[in-house]
């Protein structure tokens, strides 16, 4: 049975930078595209960045381009989602989630995956 564990979450300022890791225990790697979504309160959960299995394709919501990374360590089973340039707006608890997939190319933005995680909080003061 696969998982996939989120950390990193934090309070910062507006303006910061924060890292979230995700460990992926879904073998192998390279089968599953992954994705990180976010649920702040009263909404609900939205894809955020997603990646497809071998890393040739990554989608971000409009919101975050530009400003967030997703990427993939095939070495270690992590997933990473880079965020610059945070703002109040970006507070939420952030999901990893975990996808096989045949296509190559494939990143699903709707959050029908079958693995998730616990989720991370991150916080964004102004």
């Not at 073998?27 to 609900?44: I, L, N, T």
Request: proline residues 4%.
């Amino acid at each position: 049975q696969g998982q996939v564990v989120e950390s990193g979450g934090r309070l910062v300022q507006a303006g910061d930078s924060l890292k979230l890791s995700c460990a992926a225990s879904l073998h192998p790697f390279s089968d599953y595209a992954m994705a990180w979504f976010r649920q702040a309160p009263g909404k609900e959960r939205e894809f955020v960045a997603g990646i497809s299995r071998y890393s040739s394709r990554t989608d971000y919501t409009d919101s975050v381009k530009d400003r967030f990374t997703i990427s993939k360590d095939y070495n270690n089973n992590m997933v990473y989602l880079q965020m610059d340039a945070l703002n109040p707006e970006d507070t939420a608890i952030y999901y990893c989630a975990g996808e096989r997939t045949q296509s190559t190319t494939s990143v699903p933005t709707t959050p029908n995956y079958t693995y998730w995680g616990q989720g991370t909080q991150v916080t964004v003061s102004s």
